[in-house]
């Protein structure tokens, strides 16, 4: 069976087993990867096409030798056995149980399954329960704090699943699917290594479960617990690894996974989607632009992600594609934590900051754990001046998920506009560890430093440094470090960086003050080096303009001609009269 044949087979079985267990969120993740796999050409006719109606509808009941794991492109990797299911399967109790369950009547459920014992009743009856828990718990945090407070509420039904959960799993009586649900039991309760070594008996003996996967994934806040991990060798490991290098904000190593895996997965909107991302955090906004624009061809209902689209056509000042997709997702499914982001920043783009609040508020609505919309809350909070709003929106996005760089860096800028550049430059040096390739944060971190409180130019001067060495787009790093040479006495080093600075901004065809201040530094520079013909060159450049600057530059032409005797005679106002 070819490597690409199956992956199909086991992403079949995997779905209807997920199906059948209420798993539906990593059920549509392997339904997408199915029809993601690249067609083999020996088999690609018209009437046989990875479109085609009823083509995924294929049933049947693999045994531990029918299938293999195979990898892409022909990596060797160990045999994974496909589960057995329990002898009775979908009894009636159990489809009752279904039924209730996919009505959000949990409690039904679980009672349903009360006196049932097999290993798939069991789970959903415990699944269930967990999911009851966890509804009454959101129910509790809107009586007692309103939907986007802080509240004390619990999932009251956590401590009698852990101990039967635990029990079963001493027993030897507990399948992949029970060890999942155990693992997110041991993360609610802040148990978080016994939570990664479950969640990895549970991708070990059954590897299909992204949600699993994703759980195991969170965990994983340092590269060295994510290489302490045993991991059986199967190709869902890789799509593991690419999205754990992700979240460690390993970009280009988890951009060399996801092409990898494009090699079988051709076809995946997801793997294109998630190379959007590695690409947007290393800032290449023109491939992002590109991607989604494909992706929105292919999948015109999508929303899942495109908020991230949407921060792209904002740093670009795309009015019309902004205001176009945000139509669009609108039209979609209003109600999306991901559209009320999408719009949120059209109106922010048109400068209506409290309607873009407004959206960000109701996508927190939605879903109270949104971390962009508490980021993006919190810019929008900086913009209207209202900073203790903001640092209370940046907060609320670190508590979420500590590694988001951009909120450290909302803090950071919060307290500077207060004043506090001590607490502003703890805050930027968090933000700088978790992205030490923006140039945006090294900046600030050197303009804290050059602050009267601080006063550390030597410091500034090295932020400044890598500010330049990571694409500093906005091109301030070495006009800065120019300037801060200058000031310390160092001229060469200055005239040095404003060379540099020079070049650039002719190479960009951009004019401006900083060329001004560049051509005059140089121009005295070179005089006072005897280096007259440069000297020259630099004046006439400043004659150009109409300001002060062109004064200045005349006068120094006529010293140079009275104190250089084979200096060429002109006649300065020949030139400009």
């Not at 959903?124 to 509240?151: D, F, N, T």
């Not at 004043?419 to 560890?433: C, E, N, Q, R, T």
């Amino acid at each position: 069976m070819s490597s690409r044949e199956s992956c199909r087979s086991e992403l079949r079985t995997a779905i209807r087993q997920l199906n059948d267990r209420c798993l539906y969120s990593a059920s549509k993740w392997a339904a997408e990867q199915l029809v993601g796999i690249e067609q083999d050409p020996a088999k690609f006719t018209p009437s046989n096409t990875r479109f085609q109606r009823g083509s995924s509808s294929i049933r049947r009941r693999f045994h531990t030798n029918d299938v293999t794991s195979t990898p892409p492109a022909g990596v060797s990797y160990v045999s994974t056995p496909v589960m057995e299911e329990d002898e009775v399967v979908d009894g009636d109790f159990y489809l009752l149980a279904k039924s209730y369950f996919d009505c959000r009547e949990y409690r039904r459920a679980a009672h349903v399954l009360q006196d049932q014992t097999g290993k798939k009743a069991t789970f959903l009856r415990c699944y269930a329960l967990y999911l009851a828990g966890e509804k009454r718990k959101e129910e509790e945090m809107i009586e007692l704090e309103g939907p986007l407070g802080k509240s004390d509420a619990v999932n009251r039904e956590v401590a009698s699943l852990e101990r039967e959960l635990s029990i079963l799993r001493k027993n030897g009586i507990i399948d992949p699917f029970g060890l999942y649900l155990y693992g997110l039991v041991l993360i609610e309760k802040g148990n978080q290594n016994l939570a990664r070594t479950v969640l990895m008996e549970s991708v070990n003996s059954y590897p299909w479960n992204w949600s699993a996967w994703s759980e195991l994934q969170s965990l994983c806040t340092t590269i060295e617990i994510l290489n302490s991990l045993t991991l059986s060798n199967h190709w869902m490991k890789e799509f593991f690894l690419a999205s754990a290098y992700q979240e460690l904000r390993m970009h280009n190593e988890s951009l060399t996974k996801y092409e990898h895996l494009q090699n079988t997965f051709s076809f995946s909107n997801y793997i294109r989607a998630q190379i959007a991302k590695a690409q947007y955090c290393l800032r290449e906004f023109e491939q992002v632009e590109v991607i989604f624009e494909e992706l929105l061809r292919n999948d015109p209902y999508r929303v899942e992600d495109v908020d991230m689209y949407s921060n792209v056509l904002y740093a670009k000042e795309c009015f019309s594609a902004l205001s176009y997709l945000a139509h669009r997702v609108f039209m979609t499914d209003k109600y999306r934590p991901e559209s009320c982001c999408i719009i949120g920043n059209y109106y922010s783009l048109k400068g209506q900051h409290e309607k873009s609040v407004l959206y960000f508020r109701r996508a927190l609505k939605l879903n109270k754990n949104y971390l962009s919309a508490w980021t993006l809350m919190g810019h929008e909070y900086v913009e209207m001046k209202n900073t203790p709003a903001a640092i209370d929106a940046y907060r609320r996005a670190v508590d979420i998920n500590p590694r988001d760089y951009r909120a450290w860096y909302g803090l950071g800028q919060a307290y500077e506009m207060m004043g506090m550049p001590f607490y502003a430059l703890h805050y930027f040096k968090k933000s700088v560890f978790l992205q030490s390739n923006d140039s945006r944060l090294w900046i600030a971190m050197a303009q804290c430093y050059e602050t009267d409180q601080l006063h550390m130019l030597e410091e500034a001067i090295k932020c400044y440094r890598r500010a330049a060495s990571c694409n500093d787009r906005e091109a301030i790093a070495l006009h800065q470090l120019a300037k801060l040479h200058a000031e310390l006495g160092r001229s060469e080093e200055a005239a040095l960086y404003y060379k540099k600075d020079l070049e650039r901004m002719e190479a960009e065809e951009r004019e401006g003050p900083n060329m001004v201040e560049a051509l005059l530094f140089l121009a005295q520079h070179c005089r006072e080096q005897k280096r007259f013909e440069e000297a020259e060159v630099y004046c006439t450049r400043l004659l150009d303009y109409t300001g002060p600057e062109k004064e200045t530059a005349k006068s120094m032409l006529r010293g140079m001609r009275t104190a250089e005797s084979s200096f060429p005679l002109m006649d300065i106002e020949h030139f400009h009269p």
